[in-house]
């Protein structure tokens, strides 16, 4: 920028007082978004930071007031008992006869916290594999075929997502249970797609429509089938998108709470923050563990976030691929 | 062109069958797992003694060569989380049930009632009345009682004496006084512990306070009496707004607060007074669990004005689903377990036994009275006298009709309400009242 | 009236499209480019139809019926009184309120808040790659994790932000958070706000980073000021992004229910009781089926209308 501002500026004394002008508004500039970004950061991580100090502390310590910001006696108990917990057979002299709300205590369904990590997996990625089949083939007709009815059925897909998922429970539940496939992953899987489909068709549409529609042409010159110019020659190029809409779909999948509460029953089909949620019981009060609990929760998610986050933008910018 | 219409027929025909695989896949995935569920009972409860469950979970297992499948979750959602469990058809066959659900569900179809079963009808003869009353509905009785208890006054008597107070409260106004003197003496902020959020607890809460100040919730002829100036709930919800605006002697915090964090509070010093269940005491008095062990004593419920020392009972029983009792063979593996549970097991009442040691949890069956352990344990921590003459003045809930889960709800938030001072104890009141009247014109 | 005509046309030209793509796939009546669109758009409208659709008239048809599931063997058809008890009922309308004002705050605070993380990363500077990866981490994680974070940050007992304060010297003693009725809603839409900003953030800055370079410049040249090149080019230029901003975060906002159901559960005494939450404890809890099928489907209605209105007023084309 200096370099523009010099060649810009013909006179020279201008020339200085513009460049030192500009050499304190760098600094100045520098500084501001130094402390935007802190500030930001702080508000992103502060929360998380928390929930990670206090899972690493011990039920008497986290009851401190003031609360201890960093441990000062660290304790791993709370993942231990999530991933280790032992599996001896409970007996009249093994028993523990305290009041669970005595506090430390681990609840019972802290084991199902792993399978449920499986099961949310499983659902997350059977919806992605679901959705790219079903919403890239949609995708790409409404964004490169004229056929009547397109509007129409853009409109369509996005309308769907104006009604609340509270209002999908009751009937959708009625349905499902007369299909018998309550507390199977499946209802999950089906319901996830109707609720993800809409944006991953928007998301691809936007950028389908970016891609030039010659290369469609040319395609089907060379004698290809739309099924093959979709395949081949299309779907390559909307790489960042394609990355996205996974990204979207998986984590959406994998939050979901109110729909996995009414459509599960037991650990064989429940999945993550559903199993989190109820350590928020009253009995256990094994606040430590709670938060341990969260943070096994929020690991997978981030990870993926992270890794995958320089597609995001790409993958949503519009007009990104022009020409 | 032919190579276009084979590669889309191929495709359709692919994606037919795999359909076609999925759906048959998931269908019998189903059913085997059905196959499985007929030899194992599903035993559904709240989480209380978890691990006294399992071992005596274990031995039925080993005694009877059943499979059991036990879950839990936690009281305070109980009701909420079964309905959903109900109204889903999860897998149910056992499952403890209150007293004030039981019209509620028995009309639902959900429950069903377990009279057929002379095996477990038998151990009515050794049971207190109060307990197979309340398991009683339309004359049709639905279980084994699994628990009985009463809500019990408490107080640090370590705390009292620092205040230089001779004599625990004998009425609600001398509450007033002494957490007046407790806390300008500053030894407690909030002298006087009350957990009133909206959970499972909160009825037996207020109606403790109803009931000690001479109150009733609803009338001989079962319409809503709760604004009555004279019979209702009125003057106990103005004592609890006084006590938390007028004298600041009870936290504005108790309607965030649930009875386990009040109970970790009163057991950590925090307050002098507490409305807790009498089981409690148990877990209050134990040096390995309280801060205050030792000191806690509990009195008569104080009574108020025109009131008596009358207090509220209840009582949990171990249920049959309708599932369950449609199916002969499961029906009669569900018996075996409500009778391993709720009666003898082994010929020894030893669930009951073992509650009451480890959690002090009160029991229904008379014979335990008795019992040489039991009494040691009964004083190692409490005054029994006390019990014996509180449990004649626990009144059975009046509240409990099919449309019970609905009004509470109501009834709940007006209480709330009225403390938050969002509303007057008439208004709250007046509202519930209505919505009273109104659902059992509606039932 | 003429928006509610436009709506008609186009409810009615979409239904009538899906019958006629039915019809179409079966018939050679269209070329092939598009019986191959329809094709493709098979599968996406058989899973909506069956999933979104159906459930939106099954929910009508038990909105007709005073369903209690307590009380099976009886089932009366009601034909609207469901609908008019409700709007007889002042917690319905208190409950419409508070889901107002919780989207109000709500958005307006996601705009900009977004706005402003956007406009810092479209910046160039050391370390923006990081912030942008940190960026994701509040809208990643389930919205359950995010609600027990909130909780026991705002517990009134052992609390961070209570803890945060009294060390500040803020406050000299602990206080209630969730459970003061004047702070509960704004509360829970801090830890909403939390979670949402990133995504709005990120949607303005796609926004922003198509906004081409020659405008600001010409505008420099012209004499302009920060400030003015800001309001007269960044924000209209922003138009479709604060459009999309705006209907994304609203029906997130108004359907929203994990953060009601750990927090606060619609309490202290129904101060966060909103219409999710309503329908929720009528369906589940009263177990009153007819209504909570009616409730739905106001606000799915609702929903439907709110979105119409914004995309005609603030955004253009989708």
């Given at each position: 920028m200096k370099n523009i501002a010099h060649t810009r500026n013909p006179l020279s004394s201008d020339k200085e007082r513009y460049r030192t002008k500009s050499r304190l508004s760098e600094r100045g500039r520098a500084m501001f978004i130094f402390v935007c970004s802190v500030l930001l950061l702080a508000y992103l991580l502060a929360p998380i930071t928390w929930l990670v100090s206090s899972s690493f502390q011990t039920e008497a310590e986290i009851v401190s007031v003031p609360p201890h910001w960093i441990p000062e006696e660290p304790t791993t108990k709370n993942f231990e008992a999530i991933f280790f917990q032992e599996q001896k057979e409970v007996t009249y002299e093994s028993r523990k006869q305290v009041d669970p709300v005595s506090g430390g205590y681990i609840p019972s369904t802290a084991k199902n916290l792993l399978p449920a990590l499986r099961n949310s997996f499983v659902v997350a990625c059977l919806v992605v594999i679901f959705n790219l089949l079903v919403g890239v083939p949609a995708a790409y007709a409404m964004a490169k075929i004229r056929f009547l009815g397109r509007n129409s059925s853009v409109y369509f897909i996005l309308t769907t997502r104006v009604i609340p998922d509270i209002a999908l429970v009751v009937p959708f539940f009625l349905v499902i249970k007369n299909l018998g496939l309550?507390?199977?992953?499946?209802?999950?899987?089906?319901?996830?797609?109707?609720?993800?489909?809409?944006?991953?068709?928007?998301?691809?549409?936007s950028y389908f429509e970016s891609l030039p529609d010659e290369l469609d042409k040319a395609a089907r010159v060379d004698g290809c089938s739309r099924f093959r110019t979709m395949t081949h020659v299309y779907l390559p190029l909307a790489l960042p998108s394609l990355v996205a809409v996974v990204l979207f779909t998986f984590l959406t999948s994998w939050n979901e709470f109110l729909l996995a509460l009414m459509f599960t029953q037991t650990p064989a089909s429940q999945t993550v923050p559903i199993i989190v949620a109820s350590f928020t019981s009253d009995f256990t009060i094994s606040f430590s563990f709670i938060n341990a609990a969260g943070v096994v929760a929020?690991?997978?998610?981030?990870?993926?976030?992270?890794?995958?986050?320089?597609?995001?933008?790409?993958?949503?910018?519009?007009?990104?691929?022009k020409g | 062109m032919t190579k276009d219409a084979i590669t889309k027929f191929g495709r359709r025909k692919f994606l037919k069958y795999?359909?076609?695989?999925?759906?048959?896949?998931?269908?019998?995935?189903?059913?085997?797992?059905?196959?499985?569920?007929?030899?194992?009972?599903?035993?559904?409860?709240?989480?209380?003694?978890?691990?006294?469950v399992k071992s005596h979970v274990n031995a039925f297992q080993k005694s009877k060569g059943l499979n059991v499948n036990y879950s839990n979750f936690p009281w305070a959602q109980y009701r909420e989380?079964?309905?959903?469990?109900?109204?889903?058809?999860?897998?149910?066959?056992?499952?403890?049930?209150?007293?004030?659900?039981?019209?509620?569900?028995?009309?639902?179809?959900?429950?069903?009632?377990?009279?057929?079963?002379?095996?477990?009808?038998?151990?009515?003869?050794?049971?207190?009345?109060?307990?197979?009353?309340?398991?009683t509905y339309n004359g049709r009785q639905y279980g084994l009682t699994y628990y009985t208890d009463f809500m019990g006054f408490m107080y640090d008597a370590d705390k009292l004496k620092k205040a230089g107070i001779s004599s625990p409260p004998k009425t609600w106004?001398?509450?007033?006084?002494?957490?007046?003197?407790?806390?300008e003496a500053g030894i407690s902020e909030y002298p006087l512990m009350l957990a009133l959020a909206k959970e499972s607890w909160l009825i037996e809460f207020m109606a403790a306070m109803v009931y000690s100040q001479g109150g009733r919730f609803t009338d001989d002829k079962g319409m809503g009496a709760m604004d009555s100036a004279s019979e209702g709930a009125l003057k106990a919800l103005q004592w609890v707004v006084d006590a938390v605006h007028k004298h600041k002697i009870v936290s504005p915090a108790c309607v965030e607060t649930g009875e386990l964090t009040g109970l970790k509070a009163f057991a950590s010093g925090n307050h002098a007074f507490a409305l807790e269940p009498k089981y409690r005491m148990r877990h209050l008095n134990d040096p390995k669990q309280s801060k205050i062990a030792g000191n806690v004593k509990q009195i008569?419920?104080?009574?108020?004005?025109?009131?008596?020392?009358?207090?509220v009972g209840w009582m949990r029983f171990h249920g049959m689903s309708a599932a369950a009792a449609a199916d002969k063979r499961r029906a009669a593996n569900t018996a075996k377990l409500i009778e391993w549970f709720g009666g003898k097991a082994d010929g020894e009442y030893k669930f009951q036994k073992y509650l009451f040691t480890d959690i002090g949890a009160g029991f229904g069956v008379k014979p335990l009275f008795n019992d040489l352990d039991v009494q040691k344990a009964y004083n190692s921590y409490t005054d029994v006298n006390v019990i014996k003459k509180q449990q004649a003045l626990a009144r059975k809930k009046d509240m409990v009709t099919p449309w019970f889960g609905e009004w509470q709800e109501v009834n709940g938030s007006a209480w709330q309400s009225a403390i938050l001072q969002k509303a007057s104890p008439q208004e709250a009141l007046k509202k519930v009242t209505n919505t009273w009247n109104k659902l059992k014109k509606q039932a | 009236m003429a928006p509610f005509l436009d709506y008609l046309i186009y409810q009615l030209s979409e239904a009538g499209t899906v019958a006629a793509t039915v019809a179409s796939t079966l018939s050679r009546r269209f070329n092939y480019d598009e019986r191959s669109a329809y094709l493709f758009l098979m599968p996406v409208m058989a899973v909506l139809v069956l999933v979104a659709v159906f459930p939106i008239f099954y929910s009508l048809y038990l909105s007709f019926f005073d369903l209690k599931l307590t009380r099976p063997h009886r089932v009366p058809f009601v034909w609207f009184d469901n609908y008019l008890t409700l709007f007889a009922d002042e917690l319905f309308w208190g409950s419409v309120l508070r889901t107002v004002y919780f989207t109000l705050i709500s958005v307006t605070a996601i705009t900009v808040l977004g706005l402003l993380i956007a406009l810092l990363l479209n910046e160039t500077f050391r370390g923006r790659r990081f912030i942008s990866a940190m960026l994701l981490v509040p809208w990643a994680i389930p919205y359950v994790a995010n609600a027990l974070m909130w909780k026991w940050i705002y517990d009134s007992g052992y609390g961070a932000l209570n803890g945060a304060l009294l060390q500040m010297g803020f406050i000299d003693k602990y206080m209630v958070w969730l459970g003061d009725a004047d702070k509960t809603i704004p509360l829970i839409a801090n830890a909403f706000i939390w979670k949402e900003v990133p995504l709005a953030a990120i949607l303005l800055l796609v926004t922003l980073k198509s906004i081409p370079d020659d405008l600001y410049r010409a505008a420099k040249v012209d004499g302009a000021t920060l400030m003015r090149r800001f309001i007269h080019i960044t924000l209209p230029s922003l138009?479709?992004?604060?459009?999309?901003?705006?209907?994304?975060?609203t029906m997130i906002a108004i359907r929203h229910f994990d953060l009601f159901f750990i927090l606060t559960e619609g309490g202290p005494a129904d101060t966060s009781h909103v219409l999710a939450w309503e329908i929720y404890v009528e369906t589940f809890r009263n177990l009153s089926f007819g209504t909570g099928a009616a409730l739905a489907y106001i606000m799915a209605i609702v929903t439907f209308f709110l979105a119409y209105s914004i995309i005609r007023t603030v955004g253009k084309r989708l």
């Amino acid at each position: 920028m200096k370099n523009i501002a010099h060649t810009r500026n013909p006179l020279s004394s201008d020339k200085e007082r513009y460049r030192t002008k500009s050499r304190l508004s760098e600094r100045g500039r520098a500084m501001f978004i130094f402390v935007c970004s802190v500030l930001l950061l702080a508000y992103l991580l502060a929360p998380i930071t928390w929930l990670v100090s206090s899972s690493f502390q011990t039920e008497a310590e986290i009851v401190s007031v003031p609360p201890h910001w960093i441990p000062e006696e660290p304790t791993t108990k709370n993942f231990e008992a999530i991933f280790f917990q032992e599996q001896k057979e409970v007996t009249y002299e093994s028993r523990k006869q305290v009041d669970p709300v005595s506090g430390g205590y681990i609840p019972s369904t802290a084991k199902n916290l792993l399978p449920a990590l499986r099961n949310s997996f499983v659902v997350a990625c059977l919806v992605v594999i679901f959705n790219l089949l079903v919403g890239v083939p949609a995708a790409y007709a409404m964004a490169k075929i004229r056929f009547l009815g397109r509007n129409s059925s853009v409109y369509f897909i996005l309308t769907t997502r104006v009604i609340p998922d509270i209002a999908l429970v009751v009937p959708f539940f009625l349905v499902i249970k007369n299909l018998g496939l309550l507390d199977n992953i499946l209802s999950l899987v089906l319901t996830y797609l109707a609720v993800t489909v809409p944006f991953t068709v928007f998301i691809l549409i936007s950028y389908f429509e970016s891609l030039p529609d010659e290369l469609d042409k040319a395609a089907r010159v060379d004698g290809c089938s739309r099924f093959r110019t979709m395949t081949h020659v299309y779907l390559p190029l909307a790489l960042p998108s394609l990355v996205a809409v996974v990204l979207f779909t998986f984590l959406t999948s994998w939050n979901e709470f109110l729909l996995a509460l009414m459509f599960t029953q037991t650990p064989a089909s429940q999945t993550v923050p559903i199993i989190v949620a109820s350590f928020t019981s009253d009995f256990t009060i094994s606040f430590s563990f709670i938060n341990a609990a969260g943070v096994v929760a929020i690991i997978p998610p981030i990870i993926i976030a992270i890794m995958f986050e320089k597609y995001i933008v790409s993958g949503l910018t519009v007009g990104a691929v022009k020409g | 062109m032919t190579k276009d219409a084979i590669t889309k027929f191929g495709r359709r025909k692919f994606l037919k069958y795999s359909g076609a695989a999925g759906v048959a896949g998931s269908l019998s995935g189903g059913l085997a797992g059905q196959v499985m569920a007929a030899e194992t009972i599903h035993f559904s409860a709240w989480s209380a003694a978890v691990d006294l469950v399992k071992s005596h979970v274990n031995a039925f297992q080993k005694s009877k060569g059943l499979n059991v499948n036990y879950s839990n979750f936690p009281w305070a959602q109980y009701r909420e989380t079964m309905v959903t469990r109900l109204v889903g058809g999860a897998p149910l066959d056992m499952m403890w049930v209150s007293d004030a659900w039981l019209p509620e569900w028995a009309e639902a179809g959900w429950i069903k009632p377990v009279d057929g079963f002379k095996d477990l009808m038998k151990y009515n003869a050794e049971a207190e009345k109060f307990c197979t009353d309340s398991m009683t509905y339309n004359g049709r009785q639905y279980g084994l009682t699994y628990y009985t208890d009463f809500m019990g006054f408490m107080y640090d008597a370590d705390k009292l004496k620092k205040a230089g107070i001779s004599s625990p409260p004998k009425t609600w106004d001398d509450v007033t006084q002494q957490c007046l003197k407790i806390k300008e003496a500053g030894i407690s902020e909030y002298p006087l512990m009350l957990a009133l959020a909206k959970e499972s607890w909160l009825i037996e809460f207020m109606a403790a306070m109803v009931y000690s100040q001479g109150g009733r919730f609803t009338d001989d002829k079962g319409m809503g009496a709760m604004d009555s100036a004279s019979e209702g709930a009125l003057k106990a919800l103005q004592w609890v707004v006084d006590a938390v605006h007028k004298h600041k002697i009870v936290s504005p915090a108790c309607v965030e607060t649930g009875e386990l964090t009040g109970l970790k509070a009163f057991a950590s010093g925090n307050h002098a007074f507490a409305l807790e269940p009498k089981y409690r005491m148990r877990h209050l008095n134990d040096p390995k669990q309280s801060k205050i062990a030792g000191n806690v004593k509990q009195i008569l419920m104080p009574k108020g004005d025109g009131g008596s020392h009358a207090t509220v009972g209840w009582m949990r029983f171990h249920g049959m689903s309708a599932a369950a009792a449609a199916d002969k063979r499961r029906a009669a593996n569900t018996a075996k377990l409500i009778e391993w549970f709720g009666g003898k097991a082994d010929g020894e009442y030893k669930f009951q036994k073992y509650l009451f040691t480890d959690i002090g949890a009160g029991f229904g069956v008379k014979p335990l009275f008795n019992d040489l352990d039991v009494q040691k344990a009964y004083n190692s921590y409490t005054d029994v006298n006390v019990i014996k003459k509180q449990q004649a003045l626990a009144r059975k809930k009046d509240m409990v009709t099919p449309w019970f889960g609905e009004w509470q709800e109501v009834n709940g938030s007006a209480w709330q309400s009225a403390i938050l001072q969002k509303a007057s104890p008439q208004e709250a009141l007046k509202k519930v009242t209505n919505t009273w009247n109104k659902l059992k014109k509606q039932a | 009236m003429a928006p509610f005509l436009d709506y008609l046309i186009y409810q009615l030209s979409e239904a009538g499209t899906v019958a006629a793509t039915v019809a179409s796939t079966l018939s050679r009546r269209f070329n092939y480019d598009e019986r191959s669109a329809y094709l493709f758009l098979m599968p996406v409208m058989a899973v909506l139809v069956l999933v979104a659709v159906f459930p939106i008239f099954y929910s009508l048809y038990l909105s007709f019926f005073d369903l209690k599931l307590t009380r099976p063997h009886r089932v009366p058809f009601v034909w609207f009184d469901n609908y008019l008890t409700l709007f007889a009922d002042e917690l319905f309308w208190g409950s419409v309120l508070r889901t107002v004002y919780f989207t109000l705050i709500s958005v307006t605070a996601i705009t900009v808040l977004g706005l402003l993380i956007a406009l810092l990363l479209n910046e160039t500077f050391r370390g923006r790659r990081f912030i942008s990866a940190m960026l994701l981490v509040p809208w990643a994680i389930p919205y359950v994790a995010n609600a027990l974070m909130w909780k026991w940050i705002y517990d009134s007992g052992y609390g961070a932000l209570n803890g945060a304060l009294l060390q500040m010297g803020f406050i000299d003693k602990y206080m209630v958070w969730l459970g003061d009725a004047d702070k509960t809603i704004p509360l829970i839409a801090n830890a909403f706000i939390w979670k949402e900003v990133p995504l709005a953030a990120i949607l303005l800055l796609v926004t922003l980073k198509s906004i081409p370079d020659d405008l600001y410049r010409a505008a420099k040249v012209d004499g302009a000021t920060l400030m003015r090149r800001f309001i007269h080019i960044t924000l209209p230029s922003l138009r479709p992004g604060f459009a999309l901003v705006f209907i994304f975060e609203t029906m997130i906002a108004i359907r929203h229910f994990d953060l009601f159901f750990i927090l606060t559960e619609g309490g202290p005494a129904d101060t966060s009781h909103v219409l999710a939450w309503e329908i929720y404890v009528e369906t589940f809890r009263n177990l009153s089926f007819g209504t909570g099928a009616a409730l739905a489907y106001i606000m799915a209605i609702v929903t439907f209308f709110l979105a119409y209105s914004i995309i005609r007023t603030v955004g253009k084309r989708l």
